[in-house]
């Protein structure tokens, strides 16, 4: 689960947009690196991101493609659940992890995809 969004100028950095989530919401909202995906940055350093959490199962982070637009995408936040439950990135998976991801992604992506669309409008109120 992942959109684009096209902010404004006032809210084109990790302060300011945290500043204004923070106006909007009581969820936890932080500046990590992005560990989850080890996102690179123009740099060659690991990227920061915008991270809200809802719950220990349920969060949004946000990139900067570019200097107005944010890359919205949803991740389990707790680092022992997304082990279990979050994106393989093996390169090599046997059967039972391919039929195993199957059988999560359909048990989890109804309760998912509700948290994505809930903390996406959050940030939608940005642009």
């Not at 992604?105 to 940005?126: C, H, V």
Request: charged share 25%.
């Amino acid at each position: 689960m992942e959109s684009l969004l096209k902010i404004q100028n006032q809210y084109n950095s990790f302060d300011s947009l945290k500043a204004f989530i923070k106006t909007q919401t009581d969820y936890e909202c932080s500046i990590e690196y992005d560990i989850w995906e080890g996102t690179i940055d123009v740099n060659g350093q690991m990227a920061q991101c915008l991270v809200i959490k809802k719950s220990g199962m349920h969060a949004v982070k946000a990139l900067f493609v570019n200097d107005n637009t944010l890359k919205v995408s949803h991740f389990i936040p707790n680092k022992v659940l997304n082990a279990y439950f979050g994106k393989s990135v093996k390169a090599y998976r046997s059967v039972l992890e391919i039929a195993g991801e199957a059988i999560k992604n359909s048990l989890l992506k109804g309760s998912q995809q509700k948290a994505f669309d809930e903390l996406e409008k959050l940030l939608a109120k940005a642009a």
